[in-house]
């Protein structure tokens, strides 16, 4: 059996008030079509994107995927669209109908949705409503669907219908073929509705097999940027479930977001609010997370505590490390065990060895530190000469007096001490003080300037 996957991508999502096409809008830093796309990718299917206005933005977003393209140059209604998709299915597939602003829908929901098609029956996923209004409201006699009915050319017994159709079908492929090729506009939209083909499956003796949607968030469109926020926070809740099922403590669960992928690899675990976790984060056991954290693809080892207000991008974190308040640990950054990140830190590019500390306002770019290294606040290794940037090196078991400048290309020996307020662009030898410092001078009888 071959899948075969149409996604319904082409409206011009007026209601967003943006720019930007409809599907590219974000849930959890990612578009909702992608979200789409990723819901088959269990099944293998070949995927078809049906496009219209903003095309091109489109496609380009996607060009990573292996995605074919088809255009519906006039939007006339759902069936229209699916038409233009005809050329790419086989008589023998089973093609999923879903659309590109329904963001949420769950693989498991689809695989039982496919399972249920046969050459004697399709299948159809609905949700019951307490408030149905504006959905298609599905018809049944003797508890068998028999079609569905849109808002406008619904009668009044059929409008009190609770269960609605969400749009998402399963369907052999000569028959959808066949079905939307006999599609008419008969109706008050003038639209060639896609809900019209159950109908003619039922007079044709195909059985519609429903497969209920256990969260109706799940098959949720999103039309405006309000419908946007509510689905991306019920999408974060989710996250922040699954999270505390697995185990780790969230001060608050409606106050964290996940913008890709988030690891936990231990126990005990305790995010504080306000975090935001980006691209893939691995999280080890006993890892504390203060308030206000942005943390973005890295790799975070047992027991590192991230103190308040701290931003982590493309790093790993050895075991045991703290870091912040404050701090930003910023790409190529690769921090050993025990290592200490104080408050306003910048550490990029530079890997720092077992119980090393920068505690406080520094700038580490570019630079290869040994192990118990300690430096001083306000130092600063000086990795950029307009053009080129060079390294810094500082072994095992140097002190990096308060104050200090190394500017690159330069090298601190084996627990060599550099004193406060060094500029050094030399070589500092091991185990030997270096200062470089203008001589002190006090003038006697100096007098403040005053206005004139």
């Not at 109908?199 to 999103?222: C, H, K, R, Y």
């Not at 790093?315 to 912040?324: A, L």
């Not at 930003?328 to 290592?339: C, F, H, K, M, Q």
Request: aromatic share 4%; proline share 2%.
């Amino acid at each position: 059996m071959t899948i075969k996957t149409i996604i319904l991508a082409a409206g011009k999502g007026t209601r967003m008030k943006s720019n930007k096409a409809k599907v590219l809008h974000e849930i959890a830093g990612k578009a909702m079509l992608q979200h789409v796309i990723e819901s088959v990718q269990p099944f293998n299917s070949d995927v078809v994107v049906v496009y219209g206005h903003d095309g091109e933005q489109v496609k380009q977003q996607h060009s990573h995927l292996d995605i074919n393209w088809v255009e519906q140059a006039e939007q006339l209604g759902t069936g229209h669209a699916v038409l233009q998709a005809v050329d790419h299915i086989m008589s023998d597939d089973v093609v999923l109908i879903l659309y590109g602003d329904v963001p949420l829908i769950q693989s498991k929901t689809l695989g039982k949705m496919v399972e249920s098609v046969s050459d004697t029956a399709m299948s159809l996923l609905t949700v019951k409503l307490n408030d149905p209004t504006g959905y298609g409201r599905i018809v049944r006699v003797d508890n068998k669907v028999s079609k569905i009915v849109e808002q406008k050319d619904a009668s009044g017994p059929e409008l009190l219908i609770k269960e609605v159709n969400t749009g998402i079908m399963a369907v052999k492929g000569d028959q959808l073929v066949s079905w939307v090729k006999m599609l008419r506009n008969d109706n008050a939209q003038t639209e060639y509705y896609l809900t019209d083909i159950i109908e003619t499956a039922v007079n044709e003796g195909v059985s519609i097999n429903t497969i209920q949607a256990e969260d109706e968030f799940e098959v949720q469109g999103v039309n405006s940027k309000s419908q946007l926020c509510v689905l991306e926070r019920h999408y974060q809740l989710q996250q922040a479930e699954t999270l505390m099922n697995e185990g780790v403590t969230l001060a608050d669960s409606k106050r964290i977001d996940i913008r890709g992928k988030l690891a936990i690899t231990g126990h005990d675990v305790f995010i504080d609010i306000n975090t935001v976790f980006l691209g893939h984060v691995s999280l080890g056991g006993h890892v504390h997370i203060g308030p206000n954290c942005v943390i973005e693809n890295a790799t975070i080892g047992e027991g590192v505590v991230i103190k308040a207000n701290s931003v982590l991008e493309n790093c790993v974190i050895g075991k045991n490390c703290t870091i912040g308040p404050f701090a930003r640990i910023r790409p190529g950054a690769d921090l050993a065990e025990d290592v200490h990140i104080g408050n306003f830190v910048e550490v990029k590019n530079t890997a720092i060895g077992e119980g090393s500390k920068i505690n406080h306002l520094s700038y580490i770019g570019d630079a290869q530190i040994g192990k118990g290294v300690n430096v001083g606040a306000g130092t600063i290794t000086c990795n950029y000469d307009g053009v080129n940037k060079h390294r810094t090196e500082i072994k095992d078991g140097a002190f990096i007096g308060s104050g200090t400048q190394l500017v690159a290309p330069v090298s601190v020996g084996e627990g060599a001490t550099l004193g406060a307020g060094t500029t050094l662009s030399k070589d500092a030898p091991a185990e030997a003080l270096t200062v470089s410092r203008a001589k002190q001078v006090t003038l006697n009888g100096w007098k403040k300037p005053t206005k004139s």
